[in-house]
């Protein structure tokens, strides 16, 4: 029994850790990632033109930021499942979803950003938060539930 408490308690507190660091992420945006969207976002976006943009820093910085948030995310869903396979398919996941979006996301940014803010705001939304996370957690869930039976 104790064994079994310390094990729950060990997962509990990586666990925590990760989330911690998403968190982390999250409160250090400015400081830590290149993004002249966060400030722009935060106010009436859609009377303003788009802000001045340094292209590849952008990109740099994006997957800087998806790259965190999804070791962050692999670490929870690891910790949650403790399968590597799911963990490796998870993986898959988020580097193809990672190519979708960016493509989309300066497609969009280029082409035509000044129409498409709304676009725009939310595919850099999937970029720079863990919504994959949100949904891959009670999806794996679910099929192992099913599995199961």
Same mark, same amino acid.
């Given at each position: 029994?104790? =064994?079994?408490?310390? $094990?729950?308690? &060990? @997962?509990i +507190?990586?666990? /925590?850790?990760?989330?911690?660091? #998403?968190?982390? &992420?999250?409160?250090? =945006? *400015? &400081?830590?990632?290149?993004?002249?969207? #966060?400030?722009?976002? $935060?106010?009436d976006? &859609?009377?303003?033109?788009?802000? =001045?943009?340094?292209? %590849?820093?952008? #990109?740099?910085?994006?997957?800087?930021?998806?790259? %965190? *948030?999804?070791?962050?995310?692999?670490?929870?869903?690891?910790?949650?499942?403790?399968? %590597? !396979?799911?963990?490796?398919?998870?993986?898959?996941?988020?580097?193809?979803?990672?190519?979708?979006?960016?493509?989309?996301?300066?497609?969009? +940014?280029?082409?035509?950003? !000044? !129409? *498409? $803010?709304?676009?725009?705001?939310?595919?850099?939304?999937?970029?720079?938060?863990?919504?994959? %996370?949100? +949904?891959?957690?009670?999806?794996?869930?679910?099929? $192992?539930?099913? /599995?199961k @039976?």
């Amino acid at each position: 029994m104790p =064994e079994r408490l310390f $094990k729950h308690k &060990v @997962k509990i +507190l990586f666990a /925590s850790m990760f989330i911690c660091a #998403l968190v982390f &992420v999250r409160a250090f =945006e *400015n &400081v830590l990632f290149y993004d002249p969207f #966060l400030h722009y976002f $935060k106010m009436d976006f &859609v009377k303003w033109p788009l802000p =001045e943009i340094d292209h %590849l820093k952008l #990109l740099a910085g994006l997957f800087y930021r998806y790259t %965190l *948030n999804t070791f962050f995310s692999l670490g929870i869903i690891y910790i949650a499942f403790k399968d %590597l !396979e799911l963990t490796k398919f998870s993986a898959i996941l988020y580097a193809l979803f990672f190519g979708i979006l960016i493509a989309l996301f300066f497609a969009v +940014l280029i082409f035509s950003g !000044e !129409e *498409n $803010k709304m676009m725009l705001f939310y595919i850099r939304r999937f970029l720079i938060q863990p919504i994959f %996370l949100l +949904l891959f957690l009670p999806a794996f869930y679910y099929q $192992k539930t099913v /599995s199961k @039976k």
